[in-house]
């Protein structure tokens, strides 16, 4: 059984913080029950709390994984760059 | 000159949805209909010749419904403003449903599975994939001017792609998330006046300033946000500086869908899925 879910921060607004789960779920969470180095991008490690839900406030920022997502993402991107026939395009 | 009309739903949607088919068939009309999708933005700009664009998909595949009622069943070219799951969270379902020739983003990677799972789905695709330079995207006889996003930031709002909308003497300007840095960048690259303008981010406060609508002189704004979302869009001081400059505000929170239909002289009739 797993104990804990990477969440990643997408996007910050006032004190909500809008966090995506890897199976595509969206959280609004209060920014105050988060890590205080959170950025948007910032991959978050969420364990479960003894009653099985998500404790958010024990979360921590997953440096690494947060990396290791952005060059992935980076490289795909570039891949499809390739694609690009440059200049204006007629549709 | 602005002509606003009203419509009930949900009896007379088909009603409202075959008429906007109808004129754009007809050859002298470009729409861009701003989608009711709850918190976030997505908008369709069709030529006169039925040509069609998406400009950022919701949250969810809950788009393909929307573009279902508008009778759109392709897309020549899908844009989205910025990676956050607000504007591309229905982007992905779009790709594997309908046939999209291209597909344009800002290119900066965002590290959530809403974003990975889109651009695994673009690899597996055919679609072709466009950089957000400075190029202008001839959608039939409508214009899709680019403003590459400012860059060099952290704040994913303000790497938005600006899209400047032209057909004949109509104009409409859609800027994604933009907030001051972004839009002071686009002035700097010579924004002119338009008949539609887009809130930028919501309705936000952070996102209008007296210099962006002194440059801009929109007629009509349109500003994209969900029913009592949790962020208070728009604000209010943004709606009142909006409704000082324009002539009409539209929300799609309190109107529903908002269909802009532009005619080549520059006039435009605004019809709503809602009365408010």
Not at chain 1, 32 to 45: K, N, Q, S
Not at chain 2, 109 to 118: E, Q, S
Request: aromatic share 6%; glycine share 8%; with cysteine.
């Amino acid at each position: 059984m797993r104990t804990e879910l990477y969440y990643t921060v997408d996007r910050i607004r006032k004190d909500r913080a809008a966090v995506v789960g890897d199976a595509g779920d969206e959280v609004d969470v209060p920014r105050a029950d988060l890590p205080a180095d959170l950025v948007e991008g910032a991959v978050l490690r969420v364990p479960f709390d003894e009653e099985g839900a998500l404790d958010w406030a024990a979360a921590r920022v997953d440096k690494e994984e947060t990396e290791r997502r952005r060059r992935e993402a980076q490289r795909i991107i570039e891949e499809l760059s390739r694609r690009d026939p440059g200049g204006d395009i007629e549709l | 000159m602005t002509r606003t009309k009203s419509w009930v739903v949900p009896c007379c949607l088909l009603l409202f949805s075959a008429g906007a088919q109808q004129r754009a068939s007809d050859g002298d009309v470009a729409e861009i209909i701003f989608l009711d999708v709850g918190q976030g933005d997505a908008a369709i700009v069709r030529s006169p010749e039925g040509k069609v664009a998406l400009v950022d998909s919701g949250r969810d595949a809950g788009i393909l419904e929307s573009l279902r009622r508008h009778g759109i069943d392709s897309i020549d070219i899908a844009i989205a403003s910025h990676p956050h799951a607000d504007h591309i969270g229905g982007m992905e379902a779009v790709i594997r449903s309908l046939p999209v020739r291209y597909y344009m983003d800002n290119g900066v990677p965002h590290a959530t599975a809403t974003y990975r799972g889109l651009l695994r789905t673009l690899q597996q695709s055919d679609v072709t994939y466009l950089q957000a330079t400075s190029r202008t995207i001839n959608l039939g006889s409508v214009k899709l001017t680019v403003l590459p996003p400012l860059g060099g930031t952290d704040n994913l709002n303000n790497g938005s792609i600006g899209l400047r909308v032209t057909y004949g003497d109509f104009s409409a300007l859609l800027t994604g998330d933009s907030e001051i840095d972004e839009l002071n960048h686009f002035m700097s690259q010579g924004v002119s006046q338009v008949t539609v303008l887009k809130a930028a981010h919501h309705g936000s406060r952070d996102a209008v300033s007296p210099a962006w609508l002194y440059a801009t002189k929109p007629d009509v704004v349109v500003i994209s946000c969900g029913r009592e979302n949790p962020y208070g869009y728009p604000n209010p001081w943004a709606l009142r500086y909006y409704e000082t400059v324009a002539s009409k505000v539209y929300r799609t929170d309190l109107d529903g869908d908002v269909t802009i239909a532009a005619a080549f002289d520059g006039s435009v009739d605004v019809s709503t899925q809602l009365r408010r």
